[in-house]
């Protein structure tokens, strides 16, 4: 017999304290003595809310399939990092269109990051809810200006124009300077030639909700309004 998912009820209302005592001890003791707690207060109920979300958004992507969802590992590379505290103080978790690529490169069809502002992500604040991807590749960034400045380009202005009127916040982690080469400078859809990546934020997170199981059906609503940039960017990108 399968077991049964647990239901999503709301992050804890003194979740974000453990973030404040991670950055203040940050020690392998500490953490250790408090893994459970962090797999109590944050894993287990991140794993609830995207199984959840991941379940009604199947039948909006179809005929995509979604991945499963996946929590991020709080420990920290820190190979070529100045910085070299061992974790992470935020939880980021996603749910992604099924395929290969994983991590910023992937495209999200729900990014979620909670905790504290590290800037590991530019631009992301302590609670930050999204869809996109932070970050195309080599082969995705030339299939991404081929698109932007071709024909599907035409569906992709009036649906970023619509997601922005609406509240949404739609970016680049970064942008080159320049047009790229092969595309004129006053080219009329020069700021997407130079993007390095496409996100959409949703609005801020409304105050209380993160501790309530409504944040599943806030997060569902934007998801579902969102999801035609995600189909956009996996049709045209991979």
């Known amino acids: 017999m399968t077991p049964s998912v647990p239901r999503f009820t709301g992050f804890a209302r003194d979740a974000m304290q453990f973030w404040h005592e991670l950055a203040a001890e940050m020690s392998?003791?500490?953490?250790?003595?408090?893994?459970?707690r962090y797999e109590a207060v944050w894993?287990?109920?991140m794993t609830a809310l995207?199984?959840?979300?991941?379940?009604?958004?199947?039948p909006i992507y179809q005929p995509l399939k979604l991945g499963e969802p996946k929590a991020m590992r709080i420990y920290r590379d820190v190979r070529f990092a100045k910085?070299?505290?061992?974790?992470?103080?935020?939880?980021?978790?996603?749910?992604?269109?099924?395929?290969?690529?994983?991590g910023p490169t992937g495209t999200a069809a729900l990014y979620v990051h909670i905790g504290l502002d590290e800037q590991e992500y530019v631009g992301v604040a302590e609670e930050y809810v999204g869809v996109g991807t932070y970050?195309?590749?080599p082969p995705k960034l030339a299939r991404w200006r081929k698109a932007v400045a071709g024909k599907p380009g035409d569906a992709l202005v009036p649906l970023l124009a619509k997601l922005r009127k609406a509240g949404y916040r739609v970016a680049s982690y970064e942008s080159y300077h320049r047009v790229p080469q092969g595309f004129p400078p006053d080219?009329?859809?020069?700021?997407?030639?130079?993007?390095?990546?496409?996100?959409?934020?949703f609005p801020e997170i409304p105050a209380g909700l993160l501790?309530?199981?409504?944040?599943?059906?806030?997060?569902?609503?934007?998801?579902?309004?969102?999801?035609?940039?995600?189909?956009?960017?996996?049709r045209q990108l991979g």
Do not use: S
């Open 135 to 137: 970050q195309f590749d």
């Open 211 to 234: 501790h309530e199981p409504g944040l599943a059906d806030w997060m569902f609503k934007h998801a579902k309004a969102t999801a035609p940039l995600v189909i956009w960017l996996h």
């Open 50 to 58: 995207l199984d959840d979300l991941a379940h009604r958004l199947a």
């Open 187 to 201: 080219h009329p859809r020069a700021e997407l030639l130079k993007m390095k990546g496409l996100t959409c934020a």
């Open 28 to 36: 392998k003791e500490w953490f250790a003595a408090n893994k459970q």
């Open 83 to 102: 910085d070299k505290t061992p974790y992470k103080t935020h939880i980021g978790a996603f749910i992604r269109i099924a395929g290969k690529a994983v």
């Open 43 to 45: 894993v287990a109920p």
